[in-house]
């Protein structure tokens, strides 16, 4: 009988603080931007909805304007787990009172069809002070990196205007640099929306939130390590009792060692990387860092099965 851990060991937070001058930066362009924003929609990651959200956006940016939070990429986790994220968030989180849940691959994700009128409805029923005068909206939206802000931008112009994408998508951490002009996204009423650079807060809290916005790419993979995220989900995996790892990488059974499921995966995938020896012959060994990307990548595509990150901080 395998026995695995019940916890995942401390490592060194330095490896988990990644706050580029971007993101500084784009946090002071963003707090400029404010008095032309009508709206704020947060986007987040609908695997991790209670970790890693940036709480500075709570007190600089989100507090004093209507607020929408929206958690993209559902179709990761199962559509049972929705109500009780909601419910969650609803009663323990001030800035979270309107939650949608969105597929931006899915033009016709009912999510995305709520995001526009709920921030009107919003932004009608508010006090906006001195734009109170201004026949346009602007919704600024904002987030930690690679949640999906520019994919969702994305997907709501070309919903509203049949328009191809104005901001730029990528599957890596920190695509977004700076705050862009003004995105038109509706003609009527006319809408624009701000794109703004993912921002994280400069210290994470602990070691298990910066390891779970690793697992969904809100950190950079080769700035945590490879083989680090993949112990990390070596060990949310056997703690459900999830074993489709074992297919994936080649084993005969389940196992808590990363180095085992390593070096046979990569022998699995027949990948082998060469070093020399003291003696300055070569020698061939298993390529335990290809075998680490692509246990992360299966996990990212799905072939793990709806893994809800989070679910322990929902009981």
């Not at 070096?263 to 298993?286: C, E, K, Q, S």
């Amino acid at each position: 009988m395998n026995r695995f851990r019940t916890a995942f060991p401390a490592v060194n937070r330095e490896l988990l603080n990644w706050f580029p001058g971007h993101m500084g930066k784009g946090m002071r362009q963003m707090q400029q931007k404010l008095k032309e924003v009508d709206c704020v929609i947060e986007v987040h990651d609908a695997r991790i909805p209670l970790s890693g959200r940036n709480s500075e956006f709570r007190y600089t940016i989100s507090g004093v304007k209507p607020h929408v939070l929206v958690l993209n990429k559902k179709d990761t986790i199962e559509r049972g787990a929705q109500k009780t994220i909601t419910e969650r968030l609803l009663r323990e989180e001030s800035d979270a009172q309107h939650v949608l849940f969105t597929n931006c691959k899915d033009q016709s994700c009912d999510g995305i069809r709520k995001v526009m009128p709920l921030a009107q409805d919003l932004i009608l029923s508010s006090n906006r002070f001195n734009r109170s005068d201004k026949k346009e909206y602007c919704i600024m939206i904002i987030g930690v990196p690679n949640v999906g802000k520019s994919s969702l931008i994305n997907v709501l112009r070309n919903r509203h205007l049949n328009k191809k994408g104005a901001s730029q998508v990528g599957a890596i951490a920190g695509i977004t640099r700076s705050v862009l002009h003004k995105i038109k996204i509706c003609e009527d009423p006319l809408v624009y929306l701000l794109d703004t650079p993912g921002i994280l807060k400069p210290n994470i809290a602990d070691t298990e939130t910066g390891l779970r916005l690793a697992l969904v790419s809100c950190l950079q993979d080769h700035l945590v390590g490879e083989e680090l995220i993949a112990d990390y989900l070596l060990y949310l995996l056997n703690r459900r009792e999830n074993f489709k790892y074992v297919d994936v990488m080649g084993l005969r059974e389940p196992s808590d060692s990363i180095d085992e499921v390593l070096v046979l995966g990569a022998r699995h995938l027949n990948r082998t990387v060469r070093i020399r020896n003291f003696d300055r012959t070569l020698l061939a060994r298993p390529d335990v860092n290809f075998a680490a990307k692509h246990m992360i990548k299966a996990f990212r595509t799905g072939a793990f099965g709806k893994i809800l990150i989070d679910d322990d901080k929902l009981l």
